[in-house]
Structure formats: C-alpha cells, structure tokens
C-alpha cells in the first residue's frame, strides 16, 4: 500500500531561519515522490519531485529534499524563511496514476 | 487558457438537490484527474480520465458521483442527492499525458457548502 506521513500539522519558524518539514511515506515499489505547497485560495503548486534520480532535489523558491531510502523519508527543507513561504505544504506519493497525500503542513513565518 | 480552470469557485446547495462542477483542463493536456479536499486535509482521488476513457473511479465515494469527460477536453463532476458530508473543495488536475513525470497542474478549486 502506498501512503505518506506528515508527522506535523503545524511548523512555525522566524524569518531567516532554515525550514525543516518531515514527510515518510510506504511504498510498495520505488516511491516517486512530490512536495506541493498551496496558497490561500490558489492552486496546487508543485515544489519538486523525485523519481528515481538524484537523491537530493532541488526545487523551486529555494526548497530541496533529500530521498532517504533506508529512512523512508522525504523531508523538506529551506535555508532561510520567508514571509511568503506562509502556506500549506503536502508530501505526495505516486502510484500507477493516483497521486496519495499527507494531511498537510500548515507553515506560519514570524516576522 | 494558461492554466486549469474551474466553475463556479463557490457553490452552495441545499441537501438533496443535484451539482455540477466543471473543469476546463490546460489545452492539450491528455490526462484529467478529479480530487475531493476535506477542511484540514489533503486531496484524495475520486477519478482519472485520459481522452474521454475514464480509466479509474475507484476513488468517487458513493454512486451519487459521477464523472464525464465526453470531447476528451472539458470535464464535469456531477454530485447527486448532495449530503453534508460532502462539502468539500473539490479539484482538477490536467496532465500533458501517461508519463509518470509530467507533472500535474491543479485548478483553484470549487468550494462545496451543502447546508
């Protein structure tokens, strides 16, 4: 069975200071594996993805990823927060066509 | 048009009466997916189209679903008999085609109040 685990519901952080969202998943196969982030009232925007490739991803905004096979992990990271990094972030796993989410990351940046 | 589009954004429908939702997919995009977004949760799949073939409805919760996607372009999601539980916002996804790597572009959503 597939499925991700997104082990918060809410991170909270101060502008400037690094970024840290924990996703693991469980896959049958060789995961891909993805990181949304959605707006207020905006659209799903795909951050990156790993598909077997690189382990560490690099995305967009400045956000990376590192695949952890022996982990089962797929965390997400960033440098340095910014204020317009404030939204709701999803780890996805693939599987055939169906696409499984986590519950979802709420990010709030402290000014 | 640049994106996925999605009509109406807000819907508000007493209990028992019928909705439709439409999806107007990135042009070109072979592949449409339906998904069901819950408050405070993430999206869960309801249904797969490539072209007009609905490939996979294994996710649409009950038989009051029903999706079509009849040109191959444009889809609707029909919601019969609306109840409660299913208010939620509901969203499309267009993809360029089969390969796994395309990714998915999603449309804004339409909110789904039944009172």
């Known amino acids: 069975a597939q499925s991700v685990t997104q082990l918060d519901s809410h991170v909270s952080v101060s502008e400037g200071t690094p970024v840290l969202l924990r996703c693991n998943y469980s896959s049958s196969y060789s995961p891909s594996l993805f990181w949304y982030v959605q707006h207020p009232n905006k659209g799903l925007q795909l951050l990156l993805k790993?598909?077997?490739?690189?382990?560490l991803v690099k995305g967009i905004n400045g956000f990376e990823a590192e695949f952890k096979k022996s982990e089962t992990s797929f965390h997400l990271t960033k440098p340095s927060a910014h204020m317009s990094d404030a939204a709701e972030y999803f780890c996805?796993?693939?599987?055939?066509?169906?696409?499984?989410f986590g519950t979802g990351t709420s990010l709030t940046v402290i000014p | 048009g640049a994106g996925v589009s999605q009509s109406p954004r807000y819907k508000v429908a007493k209990r028992g009466q019928d909705v439709a939702l439409r999806c107007d997919p990135i042009s070109g995009h072979v592949s449409l997916f339906w998904y069901q977004q819950a408050l405070g949760q993430g999206p869960e799949f309801l249904t797969y189209f490539q072209n007009e073939a609905q490939l996979d409805k294994s996710g649409l919760p009950s038989d009051r679903f029903f999706a079509e996607r009849p040109e191959g372009s444009v889809s609707t999601l029909k919601i019969q008999r609306t109840q409660q539980e299913d208010s939620a916002v509901y969203l499309c996804?267009?993809?360029?085609?089969?390969?796994?790597?395309?990714?998915?572009?999603f449309g804004p959503g339409t909110r789904l109040t039944v009172l």
């Open positions: 996804a267009s993809r360029l085609n089969w390969a796994s790597y395309n990714e998915q572009f």
């Open positions: 790993y598909t077997s490739a690189a382990t």
């Open positions: 996805v796993v693939r599987f055939g066509n169906q696409f499984y």
